[in-house]
Protein backbone atom coordinates (compact mmCIF):
# COMPACT_ATOMS: atom_id res chain seq x y z
CA UNK A 1 0.00 0.00 0.00
CA UNK A 2 1.52 3.39 -1.03
CA UNK A 3 1.66 6.13 1.74
CA UNK A 4 3.19 9.89 1.40
CA UNK A 5 3.61 11.07 4.72
CA UNK A 6 4.05 14.99 4.58
CA UNK A 7 5.24 16.85 8.10
CA UNK A 8 7.14 19.85 8.76
CA UNK A 9 4.42 22.23 8.49
CA UNK A 10 3.38 24.77 11.31
CA UNK A 11 2.61 28.75 11.64
CA UNK A 12 5.39 31.03 10.98
CA UNK A 13 5.93 34.75 10.42
CA UNK A 14 6.69 36.65 7.05
CA UNK A 15 9.82 36.08 6.28
CA UNK A 16 10.44 33.26 8.54
CA UNK A 17 11.59 29.73 7.07
CA UNK A 18 10.03 25.52 7.09
CA UNK A 19 11.43 22.69 5.81
CA UNK A 20 8.91 20.37 4.74
CA UNK A 21 9.44 16.43 4.40
CA UNK A 22 7.72 14.00 2.57
CA UNK A 23 8.61 10.28 3.42
CA UNK A 24 6.93 7.32 1.39
CA UNK A 25 6.74 3.70 1.23
CA UNK A 26 5.21 0.75 -0.17
CA UNK A 27 6.70 1.90 -3.68
CA UNK A 28 9.86 2.05 -5.50
CA UNK A 29 10.65 5.85 -4.91
CA UNK A 30 13.61 6.04 -7.31
CA UNK A 31 11.15 5.47 -10.20
CA UNK A 32 8.88 7.99 -9.24
CA UNK A 33 8.82 11.76 -9.91
CA UNK A 34 7.47 13.85 -6.82
CA UNK A 35 6.04 17.26 -6.95
CA UNK A 36 4.85 19.52 -3.96
CA UNK A 37 1.72 21.26 -4.87
CA UNK A 38 -0.76 23.71 -2.21
CA UNK A 39 -4.04 24.17 -1.78
CA UNK A 40 -5.55 27.66 -0.56
CA UNK A 41 -9.16 27.80 0.83
CA UNK A 42 -11.48 28.16 -2.07
CA UNK A 43 -8.80 28.00 -4.60
CA UNK A 44 -7.70 25.21 -6.67
CA UNK A 45 -4.32 22.72 -6.16
CA UNK A 46 -1.74 24.25 -7.66
CA UNK A 47 2.03 23.51 -8.55
CA UNK A 48 4.74 24.52 -5.71
CA UNK A 49 7.80 22.82 -7.01
CA UNK A 50 8.39 19.26 -9.20
CA UNK A 51 11.55 17.10 -9.40
CA UNK A 52 12.64 14.43 -11.66
CA UNK A 53 13.43 10.77 -10.16
CA UNK A 54 17.23 11.55 -9.98
CA UNK A 55 16.57 14.95 -9.08
CA UNK A 56 18.04 15.68 -12.55
CA UNK A 57 15.46 17.79 -13.21
CA UNK A 58 13.32 20.85 -11.31
CA UNK A 59 10.10 22.93 -11.99
CA UNK A 60 8.74 25.69 -9.98
CA UNK A 61 5.94 28.31 -10.17
CA UNK A 62 6.73 31.48 -10.29
CA UNK A 63 5.46 32.46 -7.41
CA UNK A 64 8.03 30.26 -5.63
CA UNK A 65 11.13 30.88 -7.91
CA UNK A 66 14.60 31.88 -5.96
CA UNK A 67 12.34 31.49 -2.62
CA UNK A 68 11.82 27.79 -2.51
CA UNK A 69 13.54 24.55 -3.11
CA UNK A 70 12.76 21.38 -3.98
CA UNK A 71 15.02 18.21 -2.90
CA UNK A 72 15.13 14.58 -2.86
CA UNK A 73 16.95 11.37 -1.09
CA UNK A 74 16.29 8.85 -3.07
CA UNK A 75 18.24 6.63 -0.37
CA UNK A 76 15.75 7.82 2.65
CA UNK A 77 12.38 7.62 0.17
CA UNK A 78 11.91 11.52 1.21
CA UNK A 79 11.06 14.91 -0.65
CA UNK A 80 11.83 18.07 1.40
CA UNK A 81 10.55 21.69 0.41
CA UNK A 82 12.61 24.20 1.56
CA UNK A 83 11.03 27.15 1.52
CA UNK A 84 12.14 30.76 2.79
CA UNK A 85 11.42 34.15 2.74
CA UNK A 86 7.56 33.28 3.61
CA UNK A 87 4.52 35.64 2.83
CA UNK A 88 1.08 35.28 3.56
CA UNK A 89 -0.22 34.12 0.30
CA UNK A 90 2.45 31.28 1.07
CA UNK A 91 -0.56 30.11 3.94
CA UNK A 92 -2.03 26.99 2.42
CA UNK A 93 -2.32 23.08 2.78
CA UNK A 94 0.63 21.61 1.36
CA UNK A 95 0.16 18.09 -0.65
CA UNK A 96 3.14 15.95 -2.10
CA UNK A 97 2.21 13.71 -4.99
CA UNK A 98 4.16 10.83 -6.77
CA UNK A 99 4.14 9.28 -9.78
CA UNK A 100 5.77 6.93 -12.03
CA UNK A 101 8.31 7.85 -14.39
CA UNK A 102 10.28 6.86 -17.42
CA UNK A 103 12.70 10.12 -17.40
CA UNK A 104 14.30 12.75 -16.03
CA UNK A 105 10.39 14.73 -16.28
CA UNK A 106 9.22 17.03 -13.73
CA UNK A 107 5.59 16.53 -14.00
CA UNK A 108 3.71 20.43 -13.29
CA UNK A 109 0.31 19.04 -13.56
CA UNK A 110 -1.48 18.07 -10.77
CA UNK A 111 -3.57 15.43 -12.41
CA UNK A 112 -0.82 13.96 -13.85
CA UNK A 113 0.23 12.53 -10.49
CA UNK A 114 -1.25 9.12 -9.38
CA UNK A 115 -0.68 8.84 -5.36
CA UNK A 116 -1.06 11.84 -2.95
CA UNK A 117 -0.11 12.39 0.92
CA UNK A 118 -2.82 14.03 3.41
CA UNK A 119 -1.08 17.52 3.69
CA UNK A 120 0.54 19.43 6.08
CA UNK A 121 -0.71 23.11 6.93
CA UNK A 122 1.24 26.31 6.47
CA UNK A 123 -0.14 29.25 7.74
CA UNK A 124 2.08 32.56 7.36
CA UNK A 125 1.52 34.95 9.54
CA UNK A 126 2.01 39.03 8.61
Known amino acids: QVQLVESGGGLVQAGGSLRLSCASS????????MGWFRQAPGKERELVAAISRSAVTTDYADSAKGRFTISRDNAKNTVYLQMNSLRPEDTAVYYC???????????????????WGQGTQVTVSS
Open 97 to 115: GARVSSGEYAYTVKDDYEY
Open 26 to 33: GLTFHIYA
